[in-house]
């Protein structure tokens, strides 16, 4: 019989207080890969998220009452201490808006009057949201939700604390992994292949998140195979809270950002990055604001015709 410390005793608390409530549904929804994502709950007042750090496996859990601007944190497994030394990050509660002035353009002053809540978070690594962030590439929100959902189900396992919520595969463990199972999850050859090259890599991803900054990060980060523009900025604002990383190559950002800033329709990246340039410094903010409280443009043309993945 071991006699370590069980995997549903809290190994620490702390207090998360920031300058203004932190809107969790808003500012955390990028970690929730689908409804049923095992890895995480999240609601408007408490948060339970799984997580491989260097230390060990871990679940954080915060809570607040309503109206509250106090998140009371406390956290399980080997890993819990060092999600409790981040949970102000992960919370929001660090993120950096100076600079930021919304009222240069009265779309970004009025998502961010009606989002007033909503930050920029950082987990502090990039292990847990690398491969849901490569199981996104190129497919709609729905296949990549239900690929993410079965290869928890099925190569993760349990996670510590009282929530049965599950870890996700490590990604050492999934860099041995053959393609032939991830294909049985509904992810097909090409982001096979791309997962298990960036797992090969995950030290140096997470060397290059902590010891690099801003666009010389997202750099050093497509470096690596299997990362490209569009993950580097995922990886480098939610791991990092890089405000001003922008989604390069995504089908439908630079056209959000277009119909918002001037009223056009579509858009190039081009033409996304120049609308952008006078938020240099929070680009990735006003995305994110954007996408939460601003307009989707209006869609044309027929819709993107998918190929089953047992076709590929």
Not at 53 to 66: K, L
Not at 199 to 213: E, G
Not at 243 to 256: M, P
């Amino acid at each position: 019989m071991s006699h370590g410390r069980s995997n549903a005793e809290v190994v620490g608390t702390t207090t998360v207080l920031g300058d203004h409530p932190v809107d969790l549904l808003q500012s955390l929804r990028p970690l929730v890969a689908s409804r049923q994502d095992p890895t995480i709950r999240l609601r408007a007042d408490a948060l339970a998220r799984t997580a491989h750090t260097p230390e060990g496996p871990g679940t954080v859990m915060a809570s607040r009452a309503p109206g509250d601007v106090e998140l009371r944190v406390r956290a399980y497994g080997p890993g819990g201490r060092w999600l409790l030394e981040r949970a102000g990050g992960l919370l929001g509660a660090q993120d950096d808006v100076t600079g930021f002035r919304p009222g240069l353009h009265r779309a970004v002053a009025r998502a961010a009057h009606r989002r007033p809540g909503l930050r920029m978070i950082a987990t502090g690594t990039v292990v847990d949201v690398l491969v849901p962030t490569i199981i996104a590439q190129r497919v709609t929100s729905l296949e990549a939700a239900r690929s993410w959902t079965r290869l928890v189900r099925r190569l993760g396992c349990p996670a510590p604390g009282p929530f049965a919520l599950r870890l996700p595969p490590h990604p050492r463990e999934l860099a041995h992994t053959p393609l032939t199972t991830l294909h049985e999850l509904g992810i097909e050859r090409a982001r096979g292949r791309r997962i298990v090259a960036a797992c090969a890599a995950i030290d140096h991803l997470d060397a290059v998140l902590v010891h690099r900054t801003g666009e010389a990060r997202r750099r050093a980060l497509t470096e690596v195979e299997g990362v490209g523009p569009w993950t580097a900025a995922h990886l480098a604002r939610v791991g990092a809270g890089d405000a001003d990383a922008v989604e390069v190559g995504d089908h439908d950002v630079k056209h959000l950002v277009a119909w918002n800033l001037a009223g056009e329709a579509r858009a190039d990246d081009a033409r996304m990055l120049a609308l952008l340039a006078p938020f240099a410094g929070h680009r990735g903010r006003v995305i994110r604001l954007l996408a939460s409280a601003g307009q989707w443009p209006p869609r044309f043309g027929p819709r993107h015709a998918l190929t089953p993945v047992e076709r590929l």
